[in-house]
């Protein structure tokens, strides 16, 4: 009697054990997705900002006119972003709402995560090279700096540049957790030193 008392007491606390692991678990995905959601939804904020400053920005004075669409490397940012804030929305819907997580849902959040970091961070590393040689000039070439003529216009493209830099480090961070969502679905590789169990059993019987 003892005996089965003290059985089921141990299989009450493991259950009691198991349902503590598991509540700890949502917890974990719940506080998990939320951050999620506030990494997809922060961008647009940022991207359309970015957007915007750089549609808007045009300058002219007796040196002559400059606008974004003089260079490729300005409206490449401009369709950057757009396409970022676009996949930043439809991505936070969907992240919003607590779903099972599939393995090609898993796959498809760790591609495009990927893709679109790459996309905004070539944007903004583009745009920083064009900014430093409008600062700096081309001495070598005879190519003066174009911010000495153009200062508003220069600090229009600092201000874009730093806000489509902080959207970067939002889509670094979401690439993270794409990737641990997606690797934790896979089992840990099994140790490849495993010993084998039928070969030390034929050598203890040899012996």
Avoid at 121 to 131: D, E, H, S
Avoid at 149 to 171: D, E, M, N, P, Q
Wanted: contains cysteine; aromatic residues 10%.
């Amino acid at each position: 009697m003892d005996k089965g008392n003290g059985v089921e007491a141990t299989r009450s606390s493991i259950e009691m054990e198991n349902s503590v692991a598991d509540e700890e678990l949502e917890d974990r995905a719940s506080l998990l997705r939320i951050v999620e959601t506030f990494l997809r939804l922060f961008p647009i904020a940022l991207c359309v900002t970015a957007l915007v400053i750089m549609l808007k920005n045009s300058e002219e004075n007796e040196y002559g006119s400059l606008a974004y669409s003089d260079l490729g490397a300005f409206r490449y940012l401009v369709h950057a972003n757009g396409i970022c804030a676009g996949y930043s929305l439809f991505s936070a819907v969907i992240v919003a709402v607590p779903r099972p997580s599939t393995m090609p849902k898993a796959w498809a959040f760790f591609l495009l995560d990927q893709v679109l970091t790459y996309i905004i961070l070539v944007a903004g590393a583009v745009l920083a090279q064009v900014l430093y040689l409008a600062e700096k000039g081309v001495p070598t070439a005879a190519w003066n700096s174009v911010c000495d003529s153009f200062g508003s216009f220069c600090h229009k493209i600092k201000a874009s540049l730093v806000i489509t830099f902080v959207a970067v480090v939002c889509y670094v961070l979401l690439s993270l957790i794409s990737s641990y969502r997606l690797f934790s679905k896979y089992d840990a590789p099994a140790p490849l030193n495993k010993p084998n169990k039928d070969i030390d059993n034929v050598a203890a019987f040899n012996g």
